[in-house]
């Protein structure tokens, strides 16, 4: 029987945590893992978390007893001129997703995922990017949750789910 958890809506103050967050989806590897200030020094991961909430942000937080946060997908909107990994056109959002190691494969990802995209289809939205390392056994639940490769990369791909 999976562990309970509940899913609470993302606020400014979640900005350390969802850099952690950053750092576990970075680190996604067995025994490859980068320590948390070269991650969060680099322009390609840090463009996910600094200054968040900016206008646009979106997210939720997972947590289990005692409040403990064991996840978090939310989403920003890049601009052209400064893409993320997963950036797929003007207005549309990347979602960024990251859970604890010991939290992975119990349901906390999909239930992460299926608030935010509704949480986006509530919005108007009409579309979801991703970015997935080659490789990342989190693409078999993006596949099962919609998101289809759109553009693949040098090491990574990129994915869009339709929300209407």
Known sequence: ???AFRIRPAVQADGGFLADMVVEAANWRQGGARPRHQILASDEYSRYVSG???PGDEGFVALADHDEAIGAAWYRVFPR???GFGYVGTG???LIIGIKPLWRA???GRVLMRSLADHARS???SRLSLSVERGNYAVTL?????????QSGMGRDTMVKRLR
């Open 142 to 150: 993006y596949r099962s949750e919609g998101f289809a490769v759109t």
């Open 81 to 83: 001129s400064d893409p």
């Open 123 to 125: 919005r108007g939205l």
């Open 106 to 108: 119990q349901g906390v």
């Open 52 to 54: 968040w909430m900016r």
């Open 92 to 94: 549309v959002p990347e």
């Open 1 to 3: 029987m999976p562990a």
